[in-house]
């Protein structure tokens, strides 16, 4: 393009002016100047001394400076010398303008860096094309030093967006190996997958090491090739340089790299490393990756180490994860062991209360023997008080163990009826009042007049009662106090049973419901029992969907027992007191085939029943039983269930088979007392069911209650559920 069409398209943009100084102290001449660059088109400025020339200088860039030499104050020697020493203006084009200009000013004005002299007056044309020079190349100048920084930016640009999208490709990749490494919990499954984002994006090969502190065994596993091939190896597969880069980048806690040499001569290669993956200041393992891919680049580097971070979260959690997996089968079999310990100590508790019941039987029994033949005698009736009452006590005790036992198995079960609680506390009263007089309690208590309604089985809420006096009577010295209370609050039924006894300590209060807890005993266990009484009433309670509570002073002052019950109402009436049992009347002419294996119990239960005038013929199994019931033709068949052999529910059932005892009285006497029990013996024939020990009297009021009741062979009803 030519010079005149470019100045032309510069000067014709406002843009793109450039400024002329006019330095002279002379106006006119300033005048004549400014008229001859006017049509330069430029921004033209004019001043009259050096010191404003230099102002001038500071505020903006000039393409020319026109400088008079002659001038008073400064003259332009002197002002060129100081614009020499302003950066901006270093190199700018000076022009001095003198009517008078030997070598000698010449020679100096050049050393000040002068481009040229131009003699005054000025010749127009001249000043004008020589500005015009300067000019142009100032516009060119600024023109190329934009196209610079424009470049210059272009470039700045293009590395920010390359940085930026490797930024982005970084996060991306990050995010996803954080995707990835938290997507299992396996440790296995995670560094195959750890070694999949290694390979080959980052380098050729990847080797991975995670010790186990738990084990003490070393994970190894290596990765290579084109599709991906990963294996579980031992440490004894490792190169010696692997290994050992590996074990420094462990222990020194940071990355070591391995120099490689290149299949060029004399060359080097991409190195290998050794990273270490760490929580913390906790080394978890190493990643050694063979060659490092980029491995000039700094943003590789730190994708590396961030990788390796993620994973030794990833492995940590992994870790974390199988530890509490292993602590949790830990605890499983544990809780297992407890609970089968807990099974058989129920089974047992089951099983001893069954066995304890067979001996129970014919000493109670004989008791009854003795107390009916043997001649009046102090000592002898004594003897026999105290063993009586030493039979029920063992009895009493027999009977918690299974109701314990039964209630943890879950084979106990409530038969609930619409009661008024006020019958139950008598009940209770009448059960513990032996207990209690025995000690010489003052007892006092005190029920609602109105009845006090709910739904839940009578004879199980008696014994929780009856148990919470018994334990009032049993911690209490002679003569101590003992109270009763029924109240009703807010829908709940309120037992209170409080004494002024022994007290129960602070240590032993939060653990008193627990089974065979009685706290510290003294050597002479005066208090005897088995510590089951209290767990009982817990669990009999919670069966009604009730809560029982314990409060105490602490040791000597007494304790206090609060059953809570929910209720249906409390009706104002007049108190029901229950009747008294009907005396018993002697039955006599009765046929009576005893059957029991044990033969203390089937002689002992004999020897009462000819007492009571009945003729009693025993048998020791089923089919002794079966040969002697045709022959004896038995009007009442008493029937041990746990029999050798033929179980007495089988013996029942053919019993019923037979003509002689088809229309039979059929007592089932046992020591399994559910209700699952009662009707599989209903369903074998059985008109009545025993627990033992069996009372002799209530055995021989059985028998006469189905003699004087109307019964029917083919339609016999069964009401004799003792």
Not at 161 to 189: I, K, M, N, P, Y
Not at 692 to 713: F, G, S, Y
């Amino acid at each position: 393009m030519p010079l005149n069409s470019t100045f032309a398209e510069l000067a014709n943009d406002p843009g793109e002016r450039s400024d002329i100084l006019i330095v002279d102290d002379m106006p006119e001449k300033l005048l004549v100047f400014e008229t001859v660059l006017e049509e330069l088109g430029q921004n033209i400025v004019s001043v009259r001394s050096g010191s404003a020339a230099l102002r001038e200088i500071l505020r903006r860039e000039f393409a020319v400076i026109l400088l008079d030499v002659n001038m008073p104050d400064i003259d332009g020697f002197e002002t060129a010398s100081l614009i020499r020493r302003y950066k901006r203006s270093a190199h700018t084009p000076i022009i001095f303008i003198t009517s008078y200009a030997d070598d000698v000013q010449t020679v100096r004005g050049y050393e000040l860096g002068a481009v040229d002299y131009i003699l005054s007056p000025v010749v127009p044309e001249v000043l004008r094309s020589k500005v015009k020079v300067f000019v142009e190349l100032h516009l060119m100048q600024r023109r190329l030093r934009a196209q610079a920084d424009e470049r210059v930016a272009l470039a700045t640009a293009e590395a920010a967006r390359a940085a930026a999208e490797d930024a982005t490709q970084r996060s991306s990749f990050l995010s996803h190996a954080s995707s990835v490494l938290g997507g299992s919990l396996d440790l296995e499954v995670g560094a195959r997958q750890f070694i999949d984002l290694v390979v080959p994006r980052l380098a050729d090969r990847a080797t991975l090491v995670l010790p186990d502190d738990r084990d003490e065994h070393t994970r190894v596993f290596r990765g290579e090739g084109q599709p991906l091939v990963v294996t579980a190896c031992d440490t004894a597969a490792l190169a010696a340089d692997e290994h050992d880069a590996m074990a420094r980048a462990m222990a020194e806690r940071r990355i070591v790299q391995v120099a490689r040499e290149s299949a060029r001569p004399g060359g080097w290669g991409p190195p290998a490393a050794a990273l270490p993956l760490m929580i913390g200041q906790r080394v978890l393992g190493a990643l050694w990756i063979d060659p490092v891919r980029q491995a000039a680049s700094a943003l590789h580097w730190g994708t590396l180490e961030d990788l390796v971070e993620r994973a030794a979260i990833a492995f940590e959690n992994a870790r974390l994860y199988r530890s509490l997996q292993v602590e949790i089968e830990d605890r499983r079999a544990a809780e297992a062991k407890l609970q089968e310990a807990s099974q058989r100590k129920d089974e047992f508790l089951a099983m001893l209360s069954h066995e304890l019941r067979n001996p129970l039987a014919p000493i109670r029994n004989a008791l009854e023997v003795i107390r009916r033949v043997a001649p009046p005698d102090p000592k002898l009736s004594w003897a026999t008080d105290v063993t009586g009452r030493q039979v029920n006590h063992l009895t009493r005790l027999v009977e918690e163990l299974l109701d314990v036992a039964r209630i943890s198995q879950g084979k106990i079960s409530l038969r609930t009826e619409l009661l008024d609680l006020r019958t139950v506390i008598a009940m209770a009263l009448e059960t513990a009042r032996p207990a209690l007089e025995a000690r010489a309690h003052r007892v006092s208590h005190h029920v609602p007049d109105g009845a006090v309604w709910l739904r839940g089985d009578p004879a199980r809420l008696a014994q929780v009662v009856s148990n919470l006096l018994h334990n009032a009577a049993k911690y209490t010295e002679n003569g101590g106090e003992v109270g009763l209370s029924l109240e009703v609050a807010d829908g709940l039924a309120v037992i209170t049973v409080t004494d002024t006894g022994v007290g129960i300590d602070p240590e032993l209060l939060p653990n008193i419901f627990d089974l065979f807890e009685q706290g510290k005993r003294s050597l002479d266990r005066s208090q005897g029992g088995l510590g089951v009484g209290l767990t009982l009433v817990q669990r009999l309670v919670h069966l009604h969907k009730g809560e029982v509570t314990v409060a105490s002073g602490g040791v000597g002052h007494g304790s206090q027992f609060r059953v809570l019950l929910p209720c249906l109402s409390e009706v104002p009436n007049s108190p029901v007191h229950p009747e008294p049992p009907a005396a018993l009347r002697p039955v006599t002419g009765c046929r009576v085939l005893v059957v029991d294996d044990n033969r203390d119990a089937a002689s002992t239960t004999a020897m009462c029943l000819e007492i009571a005038g009945h003729e009693v013929k025993t048998a020791f199994d089923g089919l002794q039983a079966l040969a002697s019931a045709p022959v004896y033709a038995p009007e009442v068949v008493v029937l041990d269930i746990g029999l050798p052999g033929m179980n007495g529910y089988e013996l029942a059932t053919r019993l019923r088979q037979l003509p002689e005892t088809a229309g039979a009285l059929m007592i089932a006497v046992t020591g399994y007392g559910q209700e699952v029990e009662r009707q599989r013996a209903f369903d074998a024939g059985f008109d009545a069911h025993l627990i033992k020990p069996a009372e002799p009297v209530k055995l021989t009021e059985l028998i006469a209650r189905w003699r004087d009741a109307p019964h029917d062979t083919a339609h016999r009803a069964r009401p004799f559920t003792a």
